[in-house]
């Protein structure tokens, strides 16, 4: 079996190179039909564009190549379901006999709602920051009672075909702006047949946008979850919260759950951190994020990034846990490498020392 040698010093890790490969997300586009005010779209530096469906039969051509791959994620930055081919993509990914996801505004469901059941899509992350119409408007920029006329239409085509597919979920960017209002989620849910609701607090990209954060110690976040807590047996909704305060462990759920994301142009990311190019607020702090790519699919074979030395060697180290706490260092005001993820301190390249994600502040789906 081919193996990858590290030197740690006194010591030499073996790390055995595997197609295990469990989950991949793929941007099949960038473009969106909102323009939502906490979105990475708003403050990135990158270019539009989508995965031209000749593109993506070549992604799935080697998915088969990974024996242990059971999931794939329609999603990056970006709506999926205004890709023109994207009910052709859906069909692909489940007659390959994978388990299908994606993420959604929830603005063109009902329009697609049919042909999803139909195909049999597993699961639907839908955005939903707010029951109050005049909130859900300032944040996404649109009319929230469209978006839950679309859901009950996708409800109705399932009830209709006697089908339970697609899960629907609801995923819930926790703000300022929002967080009096959350206790009215759950009846939300309940009303649209909905049982599972992501939390996820808010990663800043503009210094005004960090004075929204409520894990700053500015909301008794106990005694919001024990208000939402207390109504999950009424509503039968399972809650799935984020951390609210910065604690020692870190882990990532993109190593943990052996997954890549995939970008429209055939860069292969670690994660959604690393798929674009941005300025992000780590507690006010200005911190530049550098796209960060392993390889192109569509010039190497996606097994041969996976099991690349620099993949492999990036993945046990963000596994192990073996860089920098810049997040909660003395020097981080003051240190050049916490002003972007280029390089930490311990020589890592790229830097994940200020991943929120990796400390569970932030969640993706």
Not at 45 to 72: A, C, H, I
Not at 85 to 110: H, P, Q, V
Request: net charge neutral; aromatic share 12%; proline share 4%.
């Amino acid at each position: 079996m081919d193996k990858i040698e590290l030197n740690f010093g006194d010591y030499n890790v073996v790390i055995p190179k595997k197609n295990d490969l469990k989950k991949v997300y793929i941007e099949v586009t960038n473009r969106c039909n909102l323009n939502c005010k906490m979105c990475f779209r708003r403050f990135w530096k990158d270019s539009l564009g989508e995965m031209r469906f000749e593109d993506f039969k070549k992604v799935f051509s080697q998915l088969k190549d990974f024996p242990e791959l059971n999931t794939v994620y329609l999603g990056g930055i970006g709506e999926p379901t205004i890709h023109p081919n994207f009910l052709d993509i859906a069909k692909m990914a489940k007659e390959a006999g994978y388990r299908l996801e994606f993420g959604s505004n929830g603005t063109r469901l009902a329009e697609f709602a049919d042909d999803l059941v139909k195909i049999g899509v597993d699961k639907i992350m839908v955005s939903i920051d707010a029951p109050d119409p005049a909130i859900y408007r300032d944040i996404r920029g649109t009319d929230f009672m469209s978006v839950e006329d679309n859901i009950l239409k996708l409800q109705k085509a399932k009830k209709k075909a006697g089908s339970y597919l697609p899960e629907i979920g609801i995923e819930v960017v926790v703000m300022k702006s929002n967080v009096h209002l959350l206790h009215g989620i759950l009846p939300l849910a309940h009303k649209l047949g909905i049982n599972y609701i992501l939390f996820s607090n808010l990663m800043p990209f503009s210094k005004s946008l960090s004075k929204e954060i409520v894990y700053d110690g500015s909301v008794d976040y106990f005694q919001l979850m024990d208000t939402l807590n207390a109504d999950i047996g009424k509503y039968k909704v399972k809650l799935v919260f984020p951390k609210f305060n910065l604690q020692t462990d870190r882990v990532c759920q993109f190593i943990e759950n052996k997954s890549t994301v995939i970008r429209w142009d055939g860069e292969v990311a670690p994660c959604y951190r690393f798929l674009h190019s941005y300025t992000e607020y780590i507690f006010g702090r200005e911190k530049e994020v550098v796209a960060h790519s392993f390889g192109n699919m569509f010039k190497q074979k996606l097994s041969d990034i996976w099991t690349s030395r620099e993949y492999e060697t990036f993945r046990y180290i963000v596994k192990n846990a073996l860089y920098p706490s810049c997040t909660d260092c003395s020097l981080r005001d003051y240190c050049d490498f916490t002003k972007d993820t280029e390089f930490d301190c311990w020589g890592n390249h790229p830097s994940c020392g200020d991943c929120l994600w990796a400390r569970n502040i932030i969640q993706c789906p």
